[in-house]
């Protein structure tokens, strides 16, 4: 492994600095109240300090995303390695998502910023690509559970079905509700007052019907998603206080 530089450590601590200081202005601002001028001044720091770490804010923006991206696909790969059977692991890779969320609870906000091309546009090839490499590896994570699966027996296809597909299915609904419960505070106004184990149950829903056995009704995920959540990630699990 190869020593940095003094000058290399405080570059890195330079850019880390200015990271942390923009998610705290994006959480306590928003968009419009991230500046570069603003990141400059609170850190005591000529601008162009700063341009020598990113061109503009959304540079910044798309940093702090893919940051929290190489942690999300950090924790599939631990749910993903997980000694326990294959839909077990796609329970652990639940866990993950929902602890995911509760570490970066601002990802998604950032996430859909990055996306919208008056910022995407402004930003490097070499950060988009970083982003869309880790999107594609947490992809093939899931869907080397689903192949594993099939080759175990406990799921069959159909002829007109791909793992893709499936892994597509749960991603949308993932990231649907999760975009949902971490911008409205009128669920519990709308009967869902627990709206993560809500998505749960519609998992589950999802993967009975593709036949993927044991079937939840034959076995207790939700007990699994609870196990994960506590002895892969540390965290609470939904209906504790």
């Not at 597909?165 to 971490?182: D, E, K, P, Q, R």
């Not at 009128?186 to 056995?213: C, F, K, M, R």
Request: net charge negative.
């Amino acid at each position: 492994m190869q020593t940095l530089t003094r000058k290399e450590r405080e570059k890195q601590e330079r850019e880390s600095k200015i990271l942390q200081l923009a998610s705290a202005m994006l959480k306590e601002s928003g968009y419009l109240g991230l500046s570069m001028d603003r990141i400059a001044a609170e850190m005591e720091y000529s601008k162009g300090t700063i341009y020598q770490h990113f061109p503009n804010k959304e540079e910044i923006i798309l940093s702090l995303a893919n940051e929290a991206l190489k942690k999300r696909l950090d924790m599939f790969e631990t749910a993903s390695a997980w000694n326990a059977t294959s839909r077990q692991r796609m329970a652990a890779i639940g866990a993950a998502a929902a602890e995911f969320v509760r570490i970066h609870p601002m990802y998604f906000a950032v996430d859909q910023l990055v996306r919208s091309a008056s910022i995407w546009e402004k930003t490097s090839d070499q950060r988009r690509q970083f982003m869309q490499n880790c999107e594609a590896s947490c992809m093939r994570i899931v869907g080397g559970i689903v192949n594993d699966a099939i080759t175990d027996g406990d799921l069959r296809l159909a002829n007109n079905m791909t793992a893709e597909v499936l892994v597509f299915g749960l991603w949308s609904m993932n990231f649907g509700a999760y975009s949902i419960i971490t911008s409205s505070d009128s669920l519990e106004q709308v009967g869902l007052p627990e709206p993560e184990i809500a998505l749960w149950h519609n998992q589950n829903l999802l993967l009975d019907g593709y036949g993927w056995t044991p079937l939840s009704s034959d076995f207790d995920y939700f007990h699994t998603f609870e196990q994960a959540k506590q002895e892969l990630f540390g965290g609470r699990t939904p209906n504790e206080p």
